[in-house]
């Protein structure tokens, strides 16, 4: 006995429908064609053919139509699976997934941000308004917390070897010492020290929130520079106020060293005084001026450069901070080495009219 249905194309939940027994099975178009089918393993081949096709099924009682075998719409099943097959995927390139990690970006952006600050200078792009800003920011308004750490300094230096130079009979040369450690080390160092903690983590905030905030890029809309509105006035006056209050720091740290001395080991300010003026060449004085201005150059442009570059948000803002004022900390630290050993190489002789 021969079974036909109906195959109707459906967009609701499919039937899965097992007709009666043995057919042969066949469909005509146009749609809804006419399946006739005998035999239970072609039924239920067939109703899973119409699951997968989202088809419904009804059984009708006409048997007059054209028939075709299920070996037919088997093939058209398997060259279905064939086209809807996924692709091959492609062979990845050698580093396609790679990419350089944040501190490579921006120590590139070091000496290209830097080199374009040198530029804007030697053209005479410099925004003077803004400079004379900044300047009163890293000058006068930092020139307090410089002062209290050199006195302090110069003080715990003063009690570390000035004991022990007293037991060696060395009182006249206790002057030269200080004034040599102030001028070529202590007073460079630790005002830029001051400076980076001080000012590198604000110029690092402030261009990092104006970055992530997208400040940088209306200026450019406007028709501004970033690197001559922003960065060059920051570069230009950290180099210029750090010769002065390394300046100030080594004249208050002398003279705190030199007043602890007479207060508390009965050491003569007048015999320290005389001490430092044998010691001290003009050198001496131009090299830590030198190393001030190099030390400022370090620490405003690793900060804007870090500032520049900042990404995340608040989040990134602060990493920015951070890692921007320890950046300079090793840049200054790693300048002042090589200065260093450039401006004071071979054995000394300052302190023979000291003895």
């Not at 930092?142 to 715990?156: E, Y």
């Not at 009979?169 to 903690?197: D, K, Y």
């Not at 080594?250 to 005389?274: E, K, Q």
Request: net charge positive.
């Amino acid at each position: 006995m021969m079974q036909t249905c109906c195959i109707h194309q459906s967009f609701c939940s499919p039937y899965r429908i097992l007709p009666r027994s043995d057919a042969l099975i066949g469909i005509k178009p146009p749609e809804p064609c006419k399946v006739a089918f005998t035999g239970k393993s072609q039924a239920l081949r067939l109703s899973n053919l119409l699951w997968q096709r989202r088809l419904y099924v009804s059984l009708n009682a006409n048997d007059g139509h054209p028939h075709t075998s299920m070996s037919m719409l088997e093939e058209e099943e398997e060259t279905s699976t064939e086209n809807n097959a996924a692709p091959t995927p492609e062979a990845e390139l050698p580093f396609s997934k790679w990419s350089p990690s944040k501190y490579i970006w921006r120590g590139l952006s070091v000496p290209i941000i830097a080199g374009q600050v040198v530029l804007r200078i030697l053209k005479g792009k410099i925004h003077w308004r803004n400079t004379l800003q900044q300047l009163e920011r890293t000058g006068p308004k930092s020139l307090g917390v410089c002062l209290l750490t050199s006195t302090f300094v110069g003080m715990a230096f003063t009690i570390q070897f000035v004991r022990e130079f007293t037991r060696l009979g060395l009182n006249r040369s206790i002057g030269g010492v200080l004034a040599l450690a102030f001028s070529r080390e202590l007073s460079p160092v630790i005002t830029s020290i001051v400076v980076a903690g001080r000012m590198g983590s604000a110029f690092a905030a402030e261009l990092g929130t104006m970055q992530v905030s997208e400040q940088t890029d209306t200026l450019r809309v406007l028709g501004a520079d970033p690197i001559d509105y922003l960065i060059t006035p920051r570069v230009i006056a950290s180099c210029l106020a750090l010769p002065f209050l390394t300046l100030m720091c080594f004249t208050v740290g002398m003279a705190s060293s030199a007043l602890l001395s007479d207060a508390v080991y009965g050491i003569s300010i007048n015999i320290i005084m005389d001490s430092a003026h044998r010691a001290l060449r003009p050198w001496d004085i131009v090299s830590a001026m030198i190393k001030s201005q190099v030390f400022g150059a370090i620490i405003s442009v690793i900060s804007c450069s870090w500032g520049v570059t900042t990404t995340g948000g608040a989040k990134g803002v602060g990493e920015s901070t951070t890692s921007a004022v320890v950046m300079s900390l090793v840049g200054i630290f790693i300048a002042d080495f090589v200065l260093s050993s450039f401006f004071f190489q071979g054995a000394g002789d300052s302190l023979k009219n000291c003895v």
